[in-house]
């Protein structure tokens, strides 16, 4: 509790307050001075004053004396405490006639309890609850008083606990002191208790709340008890020490009990020490701090020096009594004082033992620490015992030819060391072949690139006749970095590349190849091309033999589900749908056969034409999308948007003699949260919540609507997310909206604090994450982030633009993966770090680079979900399986109307819907494929 003084003065008692009260009296004194008053006086001096009378005057006289002059210590304004609980009462009284008052002249009364206590000191407790003014008067010997106030509160009981309130334990007092035990006791169900039963060591001293005796010098373990009216029983106790003097008592602020130093270290030295029977504050000069290892150590309340002596210190202060200089408090703590522990470093790179080829560069990384927390600490390295960086971590450092011992030194700043050392070899001269790979095979007559290079940390890159090839069989092969030969003889080769230097350095590295025939494999049954039933199980039948090895067991590999089997007989059921069936071998030398057929299967072994369905249309179609939730396809097409129903029974065209759309010319088609469609025209700008029943209700908006931001008729891509809001394509951008607060951004080159959209959008998809995916008339692929929250600002960044891949189209999967259609291939995406998951072109498998779009199915094989990529290109319509992975092609010679092939979308059923052009390019119409 902090110390508040309340000071008043004068009969008046002026509760509460610190300005002097009226005063009456007679008194000398000099002094000049003004002031009203009763009496007459001469001096010199300065002062002001008030009273009862008017009085002017400079010299000798006598005048009224004054009243009492009051402060209290404690409790402090506005103190709360707990009913019963004991509290302090401390008030100091001065007077100019009789100096201090003491003992009864002092009486401490409240508002509501009345009187309290008597003197300088009380310590008792207020048991009514609530808020009282608590007053000390002083009576001097002329009657006159003065009197201080405090507010404070009384707070009703919470808890049932036994407590000494007073004195405090391990507290100090004279054999003369009546010592008075405060203790309370509040229960939660009887209240305030008073049946308190105090003891001595064992033996009664009182009873009752309060209990005021003197004890004889020793110890004394005091304990009270109260029981409340359940027979329950509660405890406090504490010890007191009876002396004939008091001591200072002290408390070490600094440093810590249990703290640890390093042998040196300047400590802070802090505490505070009181004299209770003294005569005022202890003196700077008598706090004297020692050790009992180091001996007397600094002087002073707050002061530091430095431990220098290695082990467990303990600390003392003493403070020196106030009256008996001889007499002395103390406190004490335990620390630790340790010796400087050096720091310690550890290589994590180079590995000790490491062998460098001959001219790379390595790194050079060191950790360092210090357990004394030393934090200026220098590093190093050394090689062979130079110095080579200053620094911890060294990037691209290049050692000669040679042994090495790299070191790692670190020093603290009181000169402690430590270092880590690792031995590492540098090649002089390092040999590699690049090609052929080790373990490869050839057919006899086949032409063999050998290709490699050599370096010299001496002499640099070695070409030319410092580098020979051999052949185990054949011998000498040639010389330098490239060698072509083929005639190699049948058998198994060991190929060297040596590799010298003319300085004494060298090195040769080795290979092995096979010059053998591969196996022969063939699948003897099914026929290719053959149609079976896929709800039957197929047979399988082949042969597989090696010139070498004889008969070898193969293994069954089908382009929808992966290997199913091994040996020269198997079965399984296909999924409906193309197939390639494959079944290989390798031999003993690597060498690998194969043989594959194409197998259709079908419900029921019908033609595999059945899952073709074509449909003639002479229209252009300009996008396709399926509506899950009415189970509505949706085409784009040049003379009118195109509704069919989920089986393809049955088409409506809808222009505008027969709907409200704008025009005619339909370019893009997106359904929109609340299920109306969002439509875009070529001439008629953009329509907005049209009904998906009958395409009525279009709310329609042209060139310079829509705030001025809409700055087109022709819009080519549309695109709506869950929330309702909306990116539809402009002249040289995008326009972002939100329909139902009617805000409307516009992006465009710089716009959008530089989003950087510089093209026409002519593909917009949204994804389930909110994400938007935009492919341009520049070919560019554009992610755009969206404000959330229905904002309609956005961050949009550049994926990849038409120098790098050439973007059609884009299909996001429902794992989240983005299927970007290229002119180079399919390219598959990671939707957040844009990484590249995925990349097939011819070399992968693809009839074609030219994909012009694509769609994702999930397809469940095995038990698993697979998602199936299907690819619409100038070579026909492709499935792609990167779980297996194989790519399958479906063209004409499949039954398809044409390979040529613009758009693709999955319905129900894994039903794709593809649209076609003949082979100059005109629109040719749709068709559909069931298969899986």
């Known amino acids: 509790m902090s110390l508040a003084v309340v000071v008043a003065m004068g009969t008046g008692g002026c509760s509460g307050c610190t300005e002097p009260a009226a005063a009456e009296g007679e008194g000398e004194g000099e002094g000049e001075g003004e002031g009203e008053g009763e009496g007459e006086g001469e001096g010199e001096g300065e002062g002001e004053g008030e009273g009862e009378g008017e009085g002017e005057g400079e010299g000798e006289g006598e005048g009224d004396p004054s009243a009492p002059v009051v402060t209290i210590q404690a409790p402090a304004p506005g103190a709360q405490f707990s009913q019963g609980e004991s509290i302090l009462f401390s008030c100091q009284a001065s007077d100019l006639e009789d100096g201090a008052l003491t003992g009864a002249a002092l009486v401490w009364s409240t508002n509501v309890d009345g009187q309290i206590g008597i003197g300088g000191q009380v310590q008792t407790a207020l048991v ?36 000494i309130d007073s004195p405090a334990d391990h507290s100090y007092f004279l054999p003369s002191d009546t010592i008075t035990f405060t203790g309370s006791a509040l229960d939660l169900e009887d209240g305030l208790l008073t049946n308190h039963v105090w003891t001595d060591n ?56 249990s703290q640890t130093f390093v042998e040196g270290d300047s400590v802070q030295f802090r505490s505070s020490c009181t004299d209770p029977d003294g005569a005022g504050a202890i003196p700077n000069a008598d706090y004297r701090w020692s050790s009992d290892l180091q001996g007397p150590l600094t002087i002073g309340q707050n002061t530091q020096t430095a431990l220098i002596i290695i082990g467990t210190h303990v600390i003392t202060v ?186 004494g350095g060298s090195d040769a590295v080795q290979i092995v190849i096979f010059i053998t025939l591969p196996p022969n494999v063939t699948i003897t049954s099914p026929p290719n091309g053959a149609t079976v039933d896929a709800n039957q199980t197929t047979g399988f039948t082949g042969t597989a033999v090696d010139p070498e090895d004889g008969v070898l067991i193969p293994t069954w590999s089908d382009s929808a589900v992966g290997d199913f089997a091994t040996g020269n007989a198997a079965s399984a059921t296909l999924l409906v749908g193309k197939h390639v069936v494959t079944l290989t071998a390798t031999d003993s030398a690597g060498r690998s056969g194969s043989d594959q057929i194409e197998v259709y299967a079908t419900p029921g072994g019908v033609p595999f034409s059945t899952l073709l369905d074509n449909r003639a249309s002479a229209a252009s179609v300009r996008e396709m999308i399926y509506d899950a939730t009415t189970g509505f396809y949706w085409l784009a097409t040049s003379t009118g948007l195109v509704r069919l129903d989920s089986g393809l029974g049955s088409a409506t065209t809808f222009t505008t003699g027969n709907s409200d759309l704008p025009s005619s010319n339909v370019r893009a088609v997106a359904v929109m949260a609340d299920g109306t469609l969002l439509v875009g025209t070529d001439g008629g700008g953009v329509a907005v919540a049209c009904s998906a029943s009958d395409v009525t209700g279009c709310q329609s908006y042209q060139d310079g609507d ?71 008339d520049q070919d560019d692929l554009l992610r755009m982030t969206p404000e959330p929250f229905g904002g309609v600002s956005s961050n949009t960044q550049n994926v990849f633009d038409v120098a790098e891949q050439g973007a059609r189209s884009v299909s996001v999967a429902p794992s989240g993966d983005v299927w970007v259609a290229t002119q180079n291939g399919v390219l598959v995406l990671d939707p957040f770090t844009l990484d590249t998951l995925d990349r097939l072109r011819t070399q992968e498998g693809m009839p074609t680079n030219d994909v012009r779009d694509l769609a994702v199915d999930v397809v469940n094989v095995g038990g698993n979900d697979r998602e199936i990529g299907w690819a619409a290109t100038s070579a026909g319509l492709v499935r792609i399986d990167r779980s297996v992975p194989s790519v399958v092609t479906l063209d004409v010679s499949d039954g398809l109307p044409s390979n040529n092939l613009s758009r693709v979308i999955v319905g129900p059923s894994h039903q794709k819907l593809v649209s076609w052009l003949t082979a100059g390019g005109a629109p040719g119409g749709t068709f559909t494929y069931s298969g899986w």
């Open 706 to 776: 829509l705030n001025g931001e809409l700055n087109t008729n022709q819009i080519d891509a549309v695109a709506a997310l869950p929330d309702g809001r909306t990116l539809i394509s402009i002249d040289g951008g995008v326009l972002f909206s939100n329909w139902g607060t009617d805000t409307h951004q516009a992006f465009r080159d710089g716009d959008g604090g530089g989003d950087g959209i510089d093209a026409t959008a002519r593909t917009i998809v949204a994804d389930d994450s909110g994400l938007f995916w935009i492919v341009t």
């Open 318 to 503: 003493c403070a020196r009594d106030t009256v008996d200089t001889a007499l002395e408090g103390c406190a004490s703590v335990t620390v630790q004082v340790v010796a400087n522990t050096p720091p310690t470093a550890s290589i994590q790179e180079p590995n000790n033992g490491d062998v460098i080829p001959a001219c790379q560069s390595i790194d050079l990384r060191c950790n360092v620490s210090d357990v004394n927390g030393n934090q200026n600490l220098t590093v190093r390295w050394l090689d062979n015992g130079v110095e080579v960086a200053t620094q911890r971590n060294l990037f691209g450092y290049r050692p000669t030819g040679g042994a090495h011992q790299l070191t790692c030194e670190v020093t603290d700043s009181v000169g402690g060391q430590g270092s880590a050392s690792v031995s590492i070899t540098v090649d002089q001269v390092t040999a590699e072949i690049f090609s052929p790979a080790d373990q490869s095979g050839f057919d006899p007559g086949q032409n063999v690139l050998f290709t490699g290079a050599a370096c010299s940390s001496q002499a640099g890159a070695l070409t030319g006749t410092a580098l020979t090839w051999t052949s185990s069989i054949d011998g000498a092969l040639g010389t330098g970095n490239f060698v072509n030969r083929n005639d190699l003889a049948a058998g198994t080769h060991v190929i060297t590349l040596a590799a010298a230097d003319g300085l």
């Open 128 to 163: 009514g609850a609530g808020p009282r003014v608590v007053t000390c008067t002083a009576t001097d010997s002329t009657s006159r008083t003065g009197s201080a106030s405090v507010n404070i509160d009384v707070l009703a009981n919470q808890a049932p606990v036994v407590s």
């Open 202 to 257: 064992g033996a009664a001293l009182g009873a009752g709340p309060v209990v005021a005796t003197a004890l004889p010098l020793g110890d004394h373990v005091i304990v009270a008890t109260a029981v409340d009216g359940d027979g329950a029983a509660g405890s406090d106790s504490i010890t007191i020490h009876v002396v004939t003097n008091l001591p200072p008592s002290c408390t070490i602020q600094d440093p810590d009990p």
